[in-house]
């Protein structure tokens, strides 16, 4: 695997590979890498000549100073990983790199950038837009991989490249959980053993809905739903939302793409997960 700290080099190496006309495939992340980070850069070699990660802890998208300090740092786990599966190209800058000094950025995607996550980390999607905007920018790439855990960040990212004509194509890679359900993160680390049962909570909750959306209308199962997550010891709930796969605001027995979505905090670890709904029948 080669590996880059400075654009330059990155966008000098790319362009030989554009010559020869082979497709990137881009899988851009915030490093302690895990199994879901892996399916991603497998899905991108499925599609693509050539697979470039990015490990970058952008600190545009921390609204909480003490959530950016504390957010696991392994790059030399993570190189590890990234050479196992044969990714071809490491992009690791610092932040002196990404960001000269005293940038603005402001990009108007409209209200989904407030509602759920974008109400609990204030300014979030602005620094991910920001970043992923840098990093397409420097890469190039014809299709980018994200996972569905982060549902809003990939429609909000959607929204962005449609707004800009950005000439890449979007991938929602399925979430990848462990096999008690829970959804893998790089925040796990952070669970202790008593979090990681009460975490099971989340995608429990989840699971029941899907098998008892017919069964009930949303308001009632959404009540539910929060009963079951309040109910459970270690577990704070932030929102459960039935909503809309496109607006992200309240579904209704009409709305033809659904996602449940939910946050928690379990012990000192906040928590996100979601899945996707068929249709009321
Ligand atoms: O989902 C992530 O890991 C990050 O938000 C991203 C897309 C790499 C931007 O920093």
Redo the contacts with the bound molecule.
Sequence with gaps: MKTFTTRRSLQQYLQQIKTLNKTIGFV???GALHQGHLSLIEFAQQQNDVIVCSI?V?PS?FNDPKDLEKYPRTIEADIKMLEQVNCDILFNPEVNEMYDGNEQWHLNIGETEHLLEGEFRPGHYQG?TQ??NKLFGIVNPDTAY?GQK?YQ?FLIISKMVNMLNMPVKLVMCPIKRETNGLAMSSRNIHLTPGDRQHALVLSKTLNWLSNNFNQNNIPALKKEAEQMINAEPGVELDYFEIADGDTLHPANDSTKSIVALVAAKVGKTRLIDNILLSPKS
């Design positions: 851009p992340t915030l970058f952008n998208q991910v970043v992923v994200f982060d960040q």
